[in-house]
């Protein structure tokens, strides 16, 4: 249950290795025993794989072959940003966790907790501390409601850290104690040599993805809507439409190629501007209308292995950060095939961002909400890799035709005509953020994506305040739809069919959204 992005609402945990934070190199499984409060404060970025901001978070013991307290699964959660949520936030987090460790078999037998957040304008973080007391408390007596008793409770803020379970009166400094400098604790050598990455924080990861907020989104933005006075009329026609299929993969294919050769660049910033650079408006825009025919993104989704699948991500990115003012809804399908190539290459971190950005971009969109499900829940990405393989080859066969009859169904395949489920509100699956509703063709509720989570801003979608057309069925001209044309998202699907789309989002402004990332 992701959601990475902070809300209240359901919550995503993770199956963690326990002290060895990854299979070492060598014969022998690295293990690091972690004692003191200041150790299970510097480990938590690796237990994540981020460090957190405005987040509660729970991390699970297990006793395990005579050895206690092996770390299990993570819960996290976005801290809300009014107090009598705080109450609903800790139970939901407490119950997700320990509810998906039942699934998993293995009950843990003891919680740490963790409550971060940096000071805000006049604060300390020995005013976060205090303020985020009964907080701590409330997560405390959830998990002990459950039979789970919280071993240690931290507040980390300000580079500094708090312990709220410390018996002795006057024992810890007031003013905190200062966090180890990033990278020089054990645990942090020992990730290191397992190869286990620790990014940024989520903030960053999303800045990736998000629509350009530059001079440069208005020449995209004219680029879109030029795209779309061609692309939308033969989107609609049932045979135009395959050519368009036909012409996008070629164009993406050719743009994966120029991604592949290009000179490798120094960090994540100047890669994705090399990656822009890289890409015309025109191209983009073409590839983003065109993509938004489901049977041509499942077609783009088998770029997830080998030589391709990096360039592919890559430029699935560039494109997430195309879908700029009133074409942010069109970025679902973008976002959900930079999800699915980083789960296949298996950063599920990426993968589980890109798909809550994906579902809150567009609730709806089924195959976001059956690949984020799935990441969550642990499954082997290889069984979604085999569908693909097998669909490519069929159609690489020579002498092959284009299959009229819908393709076999597999665990991702949505459904043909059926709206997509409306979640429930509070641990659903692993669907933190969707919205109800189904997609029925007419207006949809706009909501905004709030992907960055601090600040609550809105999105361009939701700021264009455009209006989905009343219909996009082929057969109905592109006239007859409500709204703008060239502006319209037209969702479409040639006869074969394939998996399709869902939906997650939230922050501290707003009131907290839960996640439990679930590897096992």
């Known amino acids: 249950m992701t959601n990475h992005s902070e809300t209240t609402g359901p919550f995503e945990s ?6 060895e934070p990854a299979a070492a190199p060598a014969d022998h499984a690295t293990q690091v025993t972690l004692r003191t409060p200041a150790e299970l404060a510097d480990a938590l970025p690796y237990l994540l794989g981020y460090r957190p901001e405005d987040s509660m978070v729970l991390v699970a013991l297990h006793d395990h072959a005579g ?17 009598e949520d705080w109450e609903a936030a800790a139970r939901q987090l407490a119950r997700g966790l320990v509810t998906g460790s039942e699934r998993r078999g293995a009950r843990p037998e003891r919680m740490v907790a963790y409550v971060c957040q940096e000071p805000g304008p006049g604060e300390s973080g020995r005013d976060v501390k205090r303020r985020l007391e009964r ?6 007596t959830e998990c002990g409601n459950l039979d789970v008793p919280v071993i240690e409770a ?21 003013d905190g104690s200062p966090m180890g400098l990033p990278g020089t604790s054990v645990l942090a050598a020992a990730a290191t040599y397992a190869g286990i990455q620790v990014r940024g924080t989520l903030r960053e990861l999303r800045a990736r993805l998000q629509p350009w907020e530059t001079t440069a989104a208005l020449q995209q933005e004219i680029a879109l809507d030029a795209a779309g006075m061609s692309l939308v009329p033969r ?17 993406a294919e050719r743009i994966i190629r120029r991604y592949g050769t290009a000179a490798p660049v120094s960090g994540t910033h100047p890669a994705d501007v090399r990656d822009d650079n890289l890409l015309a408006d025109d191209e983009a825009a073409t590839l983003i209308l065109g993509l938004q025919d489901r049977t041509t993104r499942d077609r783009a989704a088998a770029w997830m292995e080998g030589d391709e699948a990096g360039p592919a991500l890559r430029l699935w990115r560039a494109l997430a950060r195309r879908c700029v003012g009133p074409y942010g809804e069109h970025a679902a399908a973008p976002l959900t095939l930079a999800g699915w190539v980083a789960w296949s290459m298996g950063d599920e971190l990426e993968a589980r961002e890109a798909l809550a950005m994906a579902l809150a971009a567009d609730p709806d969109y089924l195959f976001a909400r059956l690949l984020h499900q799935a990441c969550n829940e642990g499954l082997d990405p290889e069984a979604v890799r085999r569908c693909l393989r097998t669909e490519s080859a069929r159609r690489t066969t020579p002498g092959s035709t284009e299959r009229t009859d819908p393709a076999p169904r597999t665990a991702l395949t949505e459904p043909e005509q059926t709206p ?28 905004s994506r709030n992907a960055d989570g601090a600040d609550g801003r809105q999105t361009a979608r939701a700021k264009a305040g455009r209006r989905r057309p009343a219909d996009t069925r082929p057969g109905r001209s592109a006239t007859e739809a409500s709204g703008p044309v060239t502006r319209s998202r037209i969702t479409t699907r040639t006869p074969a069919a394939g998996p399709d789309d869902a939906t997650t989002g939230g922050a501290r402004p707003d009131t907290g959204r839960a996640q439990t990332e679930e590897n096992g």
């Open 235 to 251: 989107l609609l026609d049932e045979t135009a439409r395959q050519e368009v299929a036909a012409e996008t993969l070629d164009l």
């Open 154 to 174: 931290l507040c980390i803020s300000d580079g500094r850290f708090w312990s709220y379970c410390c018996p002795v009166q006057g024992c810890c400094p007031e």
């Open 135 to 140: 907080l701590a408390h409330l997560m405390r």
């Open 14 to 19: 993770d199956d963690i290795s326990g002290h």
């Open 420 to 447: 997509a489920p409306a979640p429930a509100h509070g641990i659903q699956g692993d669907d933190p953020s969707a919205e109800p509703g189904s997609r029925t063709g007419r207006q949809r509720r706009r909501r």
């Open 67 to 83: 050895r206690r307290g092996r770390f299990g699964g993570r819960a996290r959660l976005g801290i809300p940003a009014t107090e």
